[in-house]
């Protein structure tokens, strides 16, 4: 459910990032140089994508705090709906307030979406800007369901800071990602030349944007680390450490991936502008796609570790015991409340 969750919202947060400050532009320039497009389908697809990334944000939610509830009470999830325990953790933890604030968010985020659905698809900048703002207020909530929602005092102001920072960055890159490749796609699909010099300027808008965000994740990764790794024994001793280092591997993966994307093969595509339309300009966008769509995978599968490390004590804390994974500070609260 974490995994599905963390995707979700960075994908939420992608779709409308990657409007606001790519997507959207790119269409703008295309018209300004002669050569508009018509976006409406692409744009109509992003909006049932962020529909249906909301209700999975919903649904993943409200079962993450279900399971979370039955392991915190130790009774089985029929024993949590049926006994009290559900609205207990609800109203009474930190991990239930956080749910309910993030529910709130959704709502008013759904209210939108239903509202100005048209005006969504007609790009205008102030409903982008009103739905990327609660977009990526739910997902820094995130860091409230996570460890450094447990820390306190002016070292956890910090700590929560950078999580949330880190989080917003991986939903710009990793969630902006999907809506790129589809751009590509229907770039592909129309293979005339006003979509060529959008896919060329979204590309290189994308490459830009990503690159700000890979800055990001590496700063904020690092403080991060600091707070909850601490050294290289904890990194390499743990659960966690080692667990930080395939993800790690990954990001690695997905930065040289990237890397081609922006040194080899977006450089080609104002060139390939002056002949629209041509063979090489058209597999350049190809090439594009496909490295877009390994970035995808391999982003889905750096969001289902981050899934995993939430489950995991955090290699500074090796005193915690293995078995209360990912509920440490809920339950402690939960036991308080039930004495």
Not at 120 to 137: D, G, M, S
Not at 190 to 217: C, H, P
Not at 262 to 278: C, E
Request: some cysteine; aromatic content about 6%; overall charge positive.
């Amino acid at each position: 459910m974490r995994w599905i969750h963390f995707a979700a919202a960075a994908l939420l947060v992608g779709v409308f990032s990657f409007r606001l400050f790519v997507g959207d532009p790119a269409f703008r320039e295309a018209a300004r140089a002669g050569c508009g497009v018509d976006p409406s389908a692409l744009t109509g697809r992003l909006a049932r994508i962020a529909l249906a990334a909301l209700f999975l944000i919903f649904l993943s939610g409200t079962l993450w705090l279900l399971l979370q509830a039955s392991v915190m009470s130790g009774q089985p999830v029929s024993g949590v709906l049926l006994h009290g325990v559900m609205s207990t953790v609800v109203l009474r933890t930190q991990a239930g307030h956080d749910w309910l604030g993030r529910g709130g968010l959704l709502a008013l985020l759904a209210i939108v979406l239903v509202l100005m659905r048209e005006r969504l698809q007609e790009r205008p900048r102030a409903p982008l800007v009103i739905a990327l703002t609660l977009a990526a207020a739910e997902l820094s909530a995130l860091v409230w369901a996570g460890h450094a929602g447990a820390a306190r005092g002016a070292r956890g102001a910090l700590e929560q800071t950078a999580d949330a920072v880190h989080l917003l960055a991986a939903g710009v890159w990793l969630g902006g990602l999907v809506p790129l490749a589809l751009l590509l796609a229907t770039a592909r699909r129309a293979g005339d030349g006003g979509w060529l010099v959008v896919a060329g300027s979204a590309a290189t808008r994308f490459s830009t944007l990503g690159i700000l965000s890979v800055a990001t994740l590496i700063a904020t990764g690092i403080a991060n680390s600091w707070f909850l790794v601490g050294d290289l024994a904890g990194l390499l001793s743990t659960d966690y450490g080692r667990c930080l280092l395939l993800k790690l591997g990954l990001v690695g993966v997905m930065i040289g991936v990237a890397s081609v994307n922006r040194i080899r093969l977006v450089p080609r595509l104002p060139s390939a502008r002056v002949a629209l339309g041509s063979d090489p300009a058209w597999k350049t966008v190809r090439e594009l796609q496909r490295n877009t769509a390994i970035e995808v995978g391999l982003g889905l599968l750096i969001l289902g570790v981050v899934g995993v490390l939430g489950t995991l004590p955090p290699a500074l804390h090796p005193h915690i015991h293995a078995g209360s994974r990912g509920t440490v500070d809920q339950s402690y609260v939960f036991v308080r409340i039930e004495r």
